[in-house]
């Protein structure tokens, strides 16, 4: 979706490196949620922000909104090889009312080299 | 918990044919979401429901059909499948508490071809 844009499309680390994904609206987050997708398989839920400024970690990924800037960033800390996968951003970015439904990013492919 | 299932895993369609992709969750959510992931574009959705027999167009809903007859199911159709209709499926669901969207449980996805 143009609404939300995914940098970088692709990303190729050696193992142990930090790595860091950033989702950009053009329009107002309600929320941000970010998944990750292993090839030929169904999304699996990371992390969900709400409130500028929030930040959550889980093992070695911490997800930030910078709700000012419309952006959420994805961090990695020493990449491993389980870490590699197709990384999407969903936001909430709902034109009025309550939230019905999200907009997807174009996806971050990571690659992990051992 | 089975979560959200889809079925079938793959399928192979000729120009015309049609189709019914079935998604069953038993999580007792009341939204349930269609999708469909084309390299490069991410996920769009094709159709949505807030609730047993409500639906709603999504980005991209020309081609589909669908029905929420029953709270934990929610089919998408496609009555003259074209070339164009090849794609990964997936079928999400998820709660709402309030203003606030929960996050979305996804299925494992259908693979579709149309030759």
């Known amino acids: 979706s143009q609404e939300l844009e995914q940098s970088p499309q692709s990303l190729i680390v050696q193992e142990g490196k930090n790595l860091t994904i950033n989702c950009t609206s053009s329009?107002?987050?309600?929320?941000l949620y970010w998944y990750k997708q292993k090839y030929g398989e169904g999304l699996i839920f990371l992390m969900m922000?709400?409130?500028?400024?929030e930040e959550k970690s889980h093992e070695k990924i911490t997800a930030k909104l910078d709700e000012k800037k419309q952006q959420s960033s994805l961090h990695i800390t020493a990449s491993q090889p389980s870490h590699a996968g197709i990384y999407l951003c969903?936001?909430?970015?709902?034109?009025?009312?309550?939230?019905?439904?999200?907009?997807f990013g174009s996806g971050t492919q990571l690659t992990v080299l051992p | 918990n089975a979560g959200v299932t889809q079925t079938p895993k793959f399928r192979v369609l000729k120009t015309g044919q049609s189709m019914t992709l079935l998604c069953a969750q038993d999580?007792?959510?009341?939204?349930m979401y269609w999708y469909r992931q084309d390299p490069g574009m991410g996920l769009r959705l094709i159709h949505y429901?807030?609730?047993?027999?409500?639906?709603a167009k999504g980005e991209v809903p020309d081609g589909y059909n669908v029905s929420r007859l029953k709270k934990q199911n929610f089919l998408l159709g496609l009555e003259s499948a074209a070339p164009s209709q090849t794609s990964v499926y997936f079928c999400?669901?998820?709660?709402?508490?309030?203003?606030?969207?929960?996050?979305?449980?996804f299925g494992p996805g259908t693979r579709l071809t149309v030759l």
């Open positions: 999400a669901s998820s709660y709402a508490s309030g203003p606030t969207l929960s996050e979305q449980f």
């Open positions: 329009k107002t987050l309600y929320g």
């Open positions: 922000l709400q409130k500028g400024g």
């Open positions: 969903g936001a909430d970015i709902r034109s009025s009312g309550s939230a019905r439904q999200l907009t």
């Open positions: 999580m007792n959510h009341e939204y």
């Open positions: 429901s807030v609730g047993e027999g409500t639906t």
